[in-house]
Nanobody, 124 residues
Framework: QVQLVESGGGFVQAGASLRLSCAAS????????MGWFRQAPGKERAFVAG????????YYADSVKGRFTVSRDNAKNTVTLQMDSLKPEDTAVYYC?????????????????WGPGTQVTVSS
């Protein structure tokens, strides 16, 4: 069983940056692919970014490519989402998730463990 807790959300102006962190405990962190998802009011939870076990492989939703960067530190059991050039449409609750699916999972059902989420609000 893996427990995940996100931090770093907040309220920012368009164009600003935020750095989200996710701390994991209770499992073998390096054996999970880690992902970030987000859910805006009235919308389904959507994939944002994912990172492989070692951190050498990353993949992103088209809407955030070039603006967001995902990284992980297996020694500290943390995964980070650096968000730059934020837009109002990035406003959502952001979730960290862990998956045992080995093939670059990007769908909600492919993830086994979830954090409670952290709110990101971007004003125009």
């Amino acid at each position: 069983q893996v427990q995940l807790v996100e931090s770093g959300g907040g309220f920012v102006q368009a164009g600003a940056s935020l750095r989200l962190s996710c701390a994991a405990s209770g499992g073998t962190f390096s054996s999970y692919i880690m992902g970030w998802f987000r859910q805006a009011p009235g919308k389904e939870r959507a994939f944002v970014a994912g990172i492989s076990w070692t951190g050498t492989g990353t993949y992103y939703a088209d809407s955030v490519k070039g603006r967001f960067t995902v990284s992980r530190d297996n020694a500290k059991n943390t995964v980070t989402l650096q968000m730059d050039s934020l837009k109002p449409e990035d406003t959502a609750v952001y979730y960290c998730a862990a998956s045992r699916v080995p093939t670059l999972p990007d769908r909600v059902p492919e993830y086994d463990y979830w954090g409670p989420g952290t709110q990101v609000t971007v004003s125009s």
